[in-house]
């Protein structure tokens, strides 16, 4: 069984999700988590997760949004994951290639949810882009509050920031830019990390993985990125399938 850790369900209709949760049964990808991206979409992610017994949720605002309207507090963030299948915060995070919110809102904003993961106990999908070193010193500073469980989601990241994520104890995962082409050194990550700490995603609608790229992504392909991943690890697939599941269900606990 293949676990895509990262989609976004709510951007396809009903009848869609219905015929893409059929693909992805048929590629072994059997579970996913469907992402939260703003306050008012936490609605949107808790239809999906009651309708479908396959899908679990995260509740957060993503860094694109942090400025839209007034950034939820740690008590309202909280609150918004007592649903039973909501099993994550976020996403949350930083991301200063588009820089479509203030740098200083964005950090207000990941702070918040780092707070709001510390205090429900569930873990936190980072967002990180052209962010690492501002990434590393607030997950840093803000552990000195009291240690949480984290995910650097669909990893693009410098080895440097790969490294500084896992000795603060989180964990890594893997979309489908680890199979493009010039990825070299991302694939290179991907082979030394500790094996404990690897997941896989899609970040679906986005980021089709090589032999599909240009397509429509979909929790389906998760499987092509499992495969590089094996490649790269020099382990079968259903290895890189049991490693990357336990350890799915070791981060979010709450996923029985």
């Not at 999700?17 to 936490?42: C, H, K, N």
């Not at 950034?71 to 991301?95: K, N």
């Not at 992504?217 to 290895?239: F, I, M, Q, W």
Request: net charge negative; hydrophobic share 40%.
């Amino acid at each position: 069984m293949i676990v895509d850790s990262h989609c976004h369900l709510d951007y396809f209709s009903d009848t869609e999700v219905e015929e893409i949760l059929s693909r992805a049964a048929e590629a072994g990808v059997e579970r996913m988590v469907t992402i939260g991206t703003s306050v008012p979409q936490a609605e949107a992610v808790y239809r999906l997760v009651d309708k479908f017994p396959q899908v679990w949720g995260t509740v957060g605002v993503h860094p694109h949004r942090a400025a839209e309207g007034t950034m939820p507090t740690v008590e309202e963030l909280v609150a918004l994951a007592q649903h039973p299948r909501v099993i994550g915060i976020g996403e949350s995070g930083l991301d200063y290639f588009y820089d479509k919110a203030p740098r200083d809102v964005q950090q207000e904003g990941f702070r918040r949810h780092i707070r709001a993961a510390r205090q429900s106990g569930l873990p936190l999908a980072i967002h990180a882009r052209e962010a690492d070193t501002d990434i590393a010193r607030i997950l840093a500073e803000e552990r000195e509050g009291g240690e949480f469980a984290f995910l650097l989601h669909c990893f693009s990241s410098t080895p440097w920031l790969a490294d500084r994520a896992i000795e603060m104890g989180g964990y890594v995962s893997f979309s489908g830019i680890l199979t493009f082409p010039k990825s070299l050194e991302l694939r290179e990550v991907a082979a030394r990390l500790p094996e404990d700490r690897l997941l896989l995603e899609t970040d679906s609608p986005y980021l089709a993985p090589v032999p599909l790229r240009g397509k429509r992504c979909e929790p389906a392909y998760t499987a092509h990125t499992a495969k590089v991943l094996a490649d790269c690890r020099g382990v079968s697939l259903e290895r890189i399938g049991e490693i990357t599941t336990a350890n799915f269900h070791r981060l979010f606990a709450k996923a029985a």
